[in-house]
């Protein structure tokens, strides 16, 4: 049996033979992700990724993944874990590196090392609501890759924008997507009380 | 020494210390968070957070903090950590309910418990450059919150609005926000091979 072609260490057959496939079946292309998220105490949170439906079917057998979250004293927390806007970078930065991946994989084009930092700027008056003209959300985020492959400078740019335009993470960002937030009315109570 | 005043165990004393002082001196309230990323191999990259800039000066107190991304086997992955898209969920599960905790207590409104549940819908097809009619980023993000607190469900349906007002994550997703990428001109090379 012939070995798989890896690029990058993406298994680029599968990658190539999941797109025809798709394009066969376009609903094999509709994937839910999902989180779960328990209030602890204070600014202190926990998050649960698990299941998630994927290729026509739910997938059920990873297990959970835990995620602490919390602001550090200055916001009033106990660093009991990197904070919610620290996460939205988390998000951000794993989606750049693995679309920037995973097309140049396609590609053909073999990447070597990619390192990246981000900074995202926030004016607290939007959360504390003192100020109605200041933005809740981050004005503006700034991000720096540095990519160690044999192309020119230019070819880096090429690959950095190939890596936003199919980046499901920094198009959520950038853009505006549709957020609904409501009571669930499912009538299942709380799992358990959550106050310490 | 009188003891600080929590509600859902925020120290309200020092929220409304901190609101006061940044009406006096709106420069405290500019922060800027940071992460940076590591590429490993494939799909499988891993992000750092550790120093912020706030409250007019540098954090380096903390620990780092250290998030394994991953995909799952059927987007070319290992499952060695949760996915880009998945983190994004988290970061809006944290920030809604420490929003939802934070402003509640500035009110002095006792909340029990709370939970919630994050669901997003995304067409691979995006991602995989198959069609350009489909969007790349998340089309649709549905939240589901339980509030036990001794309040109406109408009083708990206004404190989600007021957690969606003042979410700095969720406005950064529901808002179109500026998110510049290009490569690092710092000239420092990558910190060591990355590639197993």
Redesign the interface.
Same mark, same amino acid.
């Given at each position: 049996m012939a070995q798989d072609t890896?690029v990058?260490?993406?298994?680029v057959d599968?990658?190539l033979s999941?797109?025809e496939l798709?394009?066969e079946k376009?609903e094999l292309?509709?994937?839910? #992700?999902?989180?779960?998220?328990?209030?602890i105490?204070?600014?202190?949170?926990r998050?649960t990724?698990k299941d998630?439906y994927?290729?026509g079917q739910e997938?059920t057998t990873?297990d959970p993944?835990v995620?602490e979250?919390d602001?550090?004293p200055?916001?009033?927390g106990n660093?009991r874990?990197?904070?919610?806007?620290?996460?939205?970078?988390?998000?951000?930065?794993?989606?750049?590196?693995?679309?920037l991946?995973?097309?140049s994989a396609a590609r053909g084009i073999d990447?070597?090392?990619?390192?990246?930092?981000?900074?995202?700027?926030?004016?607290?008056?939007? #959360?504390?609501?003192?100020?109605k003209d200041?933005?809740?959300?981050?004005?503006?985020?700034?991000?720096?890759?540095?990519?160690?492959a044999d192309v020119s400078?230019d070819k880096?740019?090429e690959l950095?924008k190939m890596?936003?335009?199919?980046?499901?993470?920094?198009?959520?960002?950038?853009?505006?997507?549709?957020?609904?937030?409501?009571?669930?009315?499912?009538g299942?109570?709380?799992?358990k009380?959550?106050?310490?």
């Open positions: 890896k990058n260490g993406v298994n599968q990658l999941t797109i798709i394009k376009p292309a509709q994937f839910k #992700f999902r989180a779960t998220n328990k209030w105490d204070g600014t202190y949170n998050a990724v998630f994927g290729a997938d990873r993944v995620f979250i602001e550090p200055v916001l009033c660093n874990g990197a904070n919610p806007v620290e996460y939205l970078l988390v998000a951000l930065s794993g989606c750049l590196t693995t679309s991946i995973a097309h990447i070597k090392g990619v390192e990246s930092r981000y900074e995202g700027d926030l004016d607290l008056r939007g #959360f504390l609501g003192i100020s200041v933005p809740v959300e981050y004005q503006a985020i700034r991000i720096y890759f540095k990519i160690d400078e880096k740019e950095i890596a936003k335009k199919y980046s499901p993470v920094f198009n959520s960002i950038a853009k505006p997507i549709s957020v609904s937030v409501g009571l669930d009315k499912t299942t109570p709380l799992s009380p959550a106050a310490a």
